[in-house]
Nanobody
Framework: VQLQASGGGLVQPGGSLRHSCAAPGLNLDYYAIGWFRQAPGKEREFVAGIIWSGDITDYADSVKGRCTISRDNAKNTVNLRMNSLKPEDTAVYYC???????????????????WGQGTLVTVSS
């Protein structure tokens, strides 16, 4: 299963961006979706996660208050909205699927089963 991520681009500091993650062929009732990012020269880190059916969410401290993760049932996608973007948000962003019974490990990428391709976000003036 290959998740399909979209929404990267060039954004000015203070701007907003929305990412989407589609999961064709995956029954999201049994999964949580997480977003991770990897900045140049850094390790990949957790950004946000959502359980599909329970509507429970979690966020990294670095994005809390600036970021909203949500689901679109009609499109079977998960969206990640980021506001007040900063240069340090520059990274390649990935979405991934985690079995919902592993929700306690939502911040640990090694527990994720399926990944999408990365999308580059550059925050620069």
């Amino acid at each position: 299963v290959q998740l399909q991520a979209s929404g990267g681009g060039l954004v000015q500091p203070g701007g907003s961006l929305r990412h989407s993650c589609a999961a064709p062929g995956l029954n999201l009732d049994y999964y949580a979706i997480g977003w991770f990012r990897q900045a140049p020269g850094k390790e990949r880190e957790f950004v946000a996660g959502i359980i599909w059916s329970g509507d429970i969410t979690d966020y990294a401290d670095s994005v809390k208050g600036r970021c909203t993760i949500s689901r679109d049932n009609a499109k079977n996608t998960v969206n990640l909205r980021m506001n007040s973007l900063k240069p340090e948000d520059t990274a390649v962003y990935y979405c991934a699927a985690l079995r919902r019974y592993n929700w306690r490990n939502v911040k640990e990428q090694k527990f994720y089963h399926y990944w999408g391709q990365g999308t580059l976000v550059t925050v620069s003036s």
